[in-house]
């Protein structure tokens, strides 16, 4: 079965940063494109950032893009996503992803921007 | 990027009948390799996004039957053809044909009335 797993969500003062972590079983780690979306508090779905099987490629989306950095540890299934200079509107639930399609989600993890 | 417009936003459904949504893409989703990329997802309040269907018509497995999808280009619709109560939720269309960026539709709320 299919297990993903964030962690490392939490309350961060604008401007500061914190690194998400998603342990993944289930599955062999290494075939996959894996991928972070986030929900905003009432609000809908949105695609952040994707990283290819071997970490060659990465696409992130624009309203991250030169403050976030996705990466991956093939050897601990395992995928990460450091977030540095946070903004109020980061606030979000933030889910770990299997594949472009999206075919299975983790819990999620709440990140809080707030002073 | 690719805008995904859903309608109608709020969808009250009585128990046992048939409910309809429909996106649309601002471009076509027809990929290179001939496939179409257009994915339905279900979120109950408080859960993570689940996948019914990929590739337009193709429900995942789990998935009831009576969840169906169908469509071409840029002209999608998911189908359930006797609403339960477990159906409550919203449900998003997903374009992963062109990007980055991925796109999402706004969400349907469907409630039984």
């Known amino acids: 079965e299919v297990h993903l797993v964030e962690s490392g969500g939490g309350l961060v003062q604008p401007g500061g940063s914190l690194r998400l972590s998603c342990a993944a079983s289930?599955?062999?780690?290494?075939?996959?494109?894996m991928s972070w979306f986030r929900q905003a508090p009432g609000k809908g779905l949105e695609w952040v950032a994707n990283?290819?099987?071997?970490?060659?490629?990465?696409n992130y989306a624009d309203s991250v893009k030169g403050r976030f950095t996705l990466s991956r540890d093939n050897a601990k299934n395992s995928l990460y996503l450091q977030m540095n200079s946070l903004r109020v509107e980061d606030t979000a639930v933030y889910y770990c992803?299997?594949?472009?399609?999206?075919?299975?989600w983790g819990q999620g993890t709440l990140v809080t921007v707030s002073s | 990027d690719v805008v995904m417009t859903q309608s109608p936003l709020s969808l009250p459904v009585t128990l046992g009948q048939p409910a309809s949504i429909s996106c649309r893409s601002s471009?076509?989703?027809?990929?290179?390799?001939?496939?179409?990329?257009l994915n339905w997802f279900h979120q109950r309040p408080g859960q993570s996004p689940r996948r019914l269907i990929y590739?337009?018509?193709n429900r995942d497995s789990g998935v009831p039957e009576r969840f169906s999808g169908s469509g071409s280009g840029t002209d999608f619709t998911l189908k359930i053809s006797r609403v339960e109560a477990e159906d409550v939720g919203v449900y998003y269309c997903?374009?992963?044909?062109?990007?980055?960026?991925?796109?999402f539709g706004q969400g349907t709320r469907l409630e039984i009335k």
């Open positions: 289930g599955f062999t780690f290494t075939t996959y494109w």
């Open positions: 997903m374009q992963p044909t062109l990007w980055p960026p991925i796109t």
């Open positions: 992803v299997r594949e472009i399609a999206a075919r299975y």
């Open positions: 990283i290819k099987q071997d970490g060659s490629e990465k």
């Open positions: 590739k337009v018509s």
């Open positions: 471009q076509s989703l027809v990929d290179s390799d001939g496939n179409t990329y």
